[in-house]
């Protein structure tokens, strides 16, 4: 069933049922209306289609609420980034299950997870505080939780000679 309504950002979006005629008249499955707050769709598509264009407008409304400049090619990269993601999800059903699972869990590390659902943190994690606020970093930083070694920036392999001769050359 789809929700009446979901939440992007600060910004709660209406999904609305369009009838034919205005689907029609729009030559589209569905639309993003930023200003209005809605996500509209038709009916008539079912089952993948249907997910793959819901999940287009929902890609259209975060180019929009996170201001992602695309410029004019805004159409071509939500196509692309919606049917890929599509694909990807439709080929790897195992993987819908996992993603579920994994924000079920929550933003905190498995270790400090852990210990909070046992009530062995230093500290609480309030529900109703936003992230960032008095929240005691030691806790994320904790000697178990961290990584032993951070990842190290790769050599630059780049033959010296590439710069040389294009010093030589008048661009």
């Excluded at 769709?41 to 407008?57: C, F, M, P, Q, R």
């Excluded at 890929?84 to 929550?106: A, F, H, Q, W």
């Excluded at 230093?122 to 951070?150: C, H, L, S, W």
Aim: cysteine-free; aromatic content about 10%; hydrophobic content about 30%.
């Amino acid at each position: 069933m789809i929700p009446e309504k979901i939440k992007i950002g600060y910004k709660e979006y209406r999904l609305e049922k369009w009838k034919q005629t205005v689907a029609s008249a729009n030559e589209a499955q569905g639309q993003f209306f930023a200003k209005e707050g809605i996500i509209g769709y038709t009916d008539e598509e079912k089952g993948v289609s249907h997910a793959n264009t819901l999940l287009h407008e929902i890609i259209h409304a975060v180019v929009y609420q996170w201001n992602i400049d695309v410029g004019e090619k805004e159409e071509t990269i939500v196509n692309g980034l919606t049917n890929g993601l599509t694909t990807v999800l439709v080929d790897n059903p195992k993987l819908m299950d996992y993603l579920r699972k994994s924000i079920k869990e929550g933003w905190m590390p498995q270790p400090v997870l852990t210990k909070y659902k046992q009530g062995d943190t230093a500290q609480d994690y309030p529900k109703d505080t936003p992230v960032g606020e008095k929240i005691d970093m030691a806790v994320q930083a904790n000697f178990e939780t961290r990584p032993n070694e951070f990842p190290k920036k790769n050599k630059n392999n780049v033959d010296k000679s590439v710069f040389t001769k294009a010093d030589e050359k008048d661009y």
